[in-house]
């Protein structure tokens, strides 16, 4: 039968990435870990992780257990606030990407942090990230964008449409929309290879026979549109985006908007801190659904 303390070196594994820090963080040493993580493997009959350098990724036993492991740890300590309520809930843990952090979400966030019933922790994840999060229970709730997985209670945010950002003197910025076409006349900043909207973009323009003309490499809004800024290119932004002074964006036709939700895993339903957070969430989402709106009509009388 395994024991309550292999499950925790397991999550601690988790949350810390390698043996070494989980080790110190647990106060045993590093064999000492090693031991009680292939003691679960065995007592499980299947393999927990695999290294990749000197981290550990998970597999998916691995995955389910780290969850139990922490849904384990979250209800003693919820019993125990019960029972004291001198001992400190848990933080709640949100997992986002930046630019949902940035935009979507910051409203949430600040008015949890103010009058939220427990602490809040974040981590900044991309969208594969996040579901990492969820399924290890490393995080209670996640935001994406794109169709969510069929593991987890979900629920939609908002659709947010994608913006051509340019300085206001461009050319393009007479215009109310802009074509798909466009697109592939003008150099744009974009994300690396293999980030999701400019695999979206790159297919969209190859369906009609063009191509996606690439001046920058940038991750995150914030570094793409001060890229912008310097007049190195045009960028598609999503439309929940503050721009930075002199840039203004228009509407692109033939782009369809993306679709976030609000994820939780299903045994959270009745996890009292989890669905405050998600309630703030989607409260607030009326304060960055209008910011497109004022932005759009301030871009298209500047």
Same mark, same amino acid.
């Given at each position: 039968?395994?024991?309550?303390?292999?499950? *925790?070196?397991?999550?601690?594994?988790?949350?810390?990435?390698?043996?070494?820090?989980?080790?110190?963080?647990?106060?045993?040493?590093?064999?000492?870990?090693?031991?009680?993580?292939?003691?679960?493997?065995?007592?499980?009959?299947?393999?927990?992780?695999?290294?990749?350098?000197?981290?550990?990724?998970?597999?998916?036993?691995?995955?389910?257990?780290?969850?139990?492991?922490?849904?384990?740890?979250?209800?003693?300590?919820?019993?125990?606030?019960?029972?004291?309520?001198?001992?400190?809930?848990?933080?709640?843990?949100?997992? *986002?990407?930046?630019?949902?952090?940035?935009?979507?979400?910051?409203?949430?966030?600040?008015?949890?942090?103010?009058?939220?019933?427990?602490?809040?922790?974040?981590?900044?994840?991309?969208?594969?990230?996040?579901?990492?999060?969820?399924?290890?229970?490393?995080?209670?709730? @996640?935001?994406?964008?794109?169709?969510?997985? @069929?593991?987890?209670?979900?629920?939609?945010?908002?659709?947010?449409?994608?913006?051509?950002?340019?300085?206001?003197?461009?050319?393009? *910025?007479?215009?109310?929309?802009?074509?798909?076409?466009?697109?592939?006349?003008?150099?744009?900043?974009?994300?690396?290879?293999?980030?999701?909207?400019?695999?979206?973009?790159?297919?969209?323009?190859?369906?009609?026979?063009?191509?996606?003309?690439?001046?920058?490499?940038?991750? @995150?809004?914030?570094?793409?549109?001060?890229?912008?800024?310097?007049?190195?290119?045009?960028?598609?932004?999503?439309?929940?985006?503050?721009?930075?002074?002199?840039?203004?964006?228009?509407?692109?036709? @033939?782009?369809?908007?993306?679709?976030?939700?609000?994820?939780?895993?299903?045994?959270?339903?009745?996890?009292?801190?989890?669905?405050?957070?998600?309630?703030?969430?989607?409260?607030?989402?009326?304060?960055?659904?209008?910011?497109?709106?004022?932005?759009?009509?301030?871009?298209?009388?500047?």
């Amino acid at each position: 039968m395994p024991k309550l303390e292999w499950f *925790a070196a397991l999550a601690a594994l988790v949350e810390h990435g390698t043996f070494t820090a989980a080790a110190r963080a647990l106060h045993i040493s590093q064999p000492a870990l090693h031991a009680q993580v292939r003691k679960l493997s065995d007592a499980l009959g299947v393999p927990l992780y695999v290294r990749q350098g000197r981290r550990v990724a998970l597999t998916e036993a691995g995955m389910r257990a780290a969850a139990f492991a922490r849904e384990l740890d979250r209800r003693t300590h919820d019993l125990m606030h019960e029972l004291d309520a001198s001992v400190a809930r848990d933080p709640v843990v949100l997992a *986002a990407g930046e630019g949902a952090m940035l935009y979507l979400v910051d409203e949430a966030i600040r008015r949890f942090v103010r009058h939220g019933p427990a602490p809040l922790s974040l981590l900044t994840r991309d969208r594969e990230g996040t579901l990492v999060a969820l399924r290890s229970a490393r995080a209670h709730v @996640g935001v994406i964008a794109g169709e969510p997985p @069929g593991d987890f209670a979900a629920q939609p945010l908002d659709d947010v449409a994608p913006l051509l950002a340019m300085p206001s003197r461009h050319p393009l *910025a007479g215009r109310r929309r802009i074509p798909l076409a466009a697109l592939a006349e003008v150099p744009l900043v974009v994300a690396p290879p293999g980030g999701p909207l400019r695999e979206r973009v790159a297919a969209e323009l190859a369906a009609v026979g063009l191509d996606l003309r690439v001046a920058v490499e940038a991750r @995150g809004w914030e570094l793409t549109l001060h890229f912008v800024s310097l007049g190195l290119g045009l960028a598609i932004v999503n439309a929940c985006c503050r721009l930075p002074r002199g840039i203004v964006a228009r509407p692109i036709s @033939g782009l369809p908007s993306v679709k976030y939700w609000v994820l939780a895993r299903s045994e959270l339903g009745s996890h009292a801190p989890t669905q405050a957070l998600i309630e703030q969430i989607r409260d607030s989402a009326r304060v960055w659904r209008d910011r497109p709106q004022r932005a759009i009509r301030r871009t298209q009388t500047s």
